[in-house]
């Protein structure tokens, strides 16, 4: 097997998210299973971080397969949602027993909840559009999909930031272990930052597929401009920092604070109050 960088960076993404995946089904033990709790987030992002791993792997075993690599395309943009449900998700937690009787408060996580699904769906229908595209037309049309999907978890990304503003301004109708959590919070937004940052910048590169005669198939781009960005870019120091490295330091951040931090503290003590 010889594998290229980001191959060799794929084999480290799948061991360093199996402890992930486990420690994102003990939170949603502890915490909660819902979605709207957040912690469920980390299990759905580890497994297709793992799933994107592995087709990216296969991908370079077989480069003629255009199946692995729209598998790991769509696994790659897909992954920023759960990321931004499960911020989202703990900004909820947050609000729960002192804002979460504000209106705006509850209108903006609901509406970024929301965006990040719809992000989602782009994503995962743009991704299947280009790789069942069989003239340009639907290329395009694929494409300008993943472009909003980017586009909409930058702007959910920017709400999740003026949320976390909001609630620092009212940090003292937070409960204690809460304000833990939102510390957490915070910790994570420049690293979600870059991460969304690169699936817009990936999102806008060229695509690495052409229409030929009916049928799609791989093509190399350059590394030039916008093209470094690309799933497919031999420029791999710019993914491993800005997407990899990024998402993974929020995520062990999101797990840390999770295992610390005994939110069901603060349920007993505002009952008791």
Wanted: glycine share 8%; aromatic share 8%.
């Amino acid at each position: 097997m010889h594998l290229d960088a980001r191959g060799i960076i794929s084999i480290v993404v799948i061991v360093i998210y199996v402890p992930i995946l486990l420690a994102g089904i003990f939170l949603s033990v502890r915490h909660g299973f819902a979605r709207k709790a957040g912690w469920i987030s980390l299990v759905i992002l580890s497994i297709i971080r793992i799933i994107g791993a592995v087709t990216h792997i296969l991908s370079e075993e077989n480069p003629t397969n255009v199946t692995d690599r729209i598998i790991y395309g769509i696994m790659e943009s897909a992954g920023t949602s759960p990321l931004l449900i499960a911020t989202v998700g703990f900004l909820r937690t947050t609000t729960q027993f002192g804002l979460d009787g504000a209106t705006s408060v509850i209108k903006g996580l609901r509406l970024a909840g929301l965006a990040s699904l719809v992000g989602l769906i782009l994503a995962i229908v743009g991704g299947s559009e280009i790789g069942n595209a069989t003239t340009q037309s639907s290329l395009n049309t694929g494409t300008n999909l993943r472009h909003a999907g980017a586009i909409i978890f930058a702007v959910v990304f920017g709400m999740a930031v003026l949320l976390t503003a909001y609630c620092w301004a009212h940090k003292l109708v937070i409960l204690k272990y809460r304000q833990r959590l939102l510390t957490g919070i915070t910790l994570t937004l420049p690293f979600i930052f870059a991460r969304v940052l690169y699936g817009v910048l990936s999102s806008f590169a060229p695509t690495p597929f052409a229409v030929v005669d009916g049928h799609l198939v791989p093509i190399t781009s350059s590394n030039s401009g916008l093209a470094k960005f690309s799933t497919t870019s031999s420029d791999w120091a710019i993914y491993l920092v800005m997407s990899v490295l990024a998402e993974y330091i929020s995520v062990c951040i999101y797990t840390i604070f999770g295992i610390v931090t005994p939110l069901s503290k603060d349920v007993v003590d505002y009952e008791n109050a």
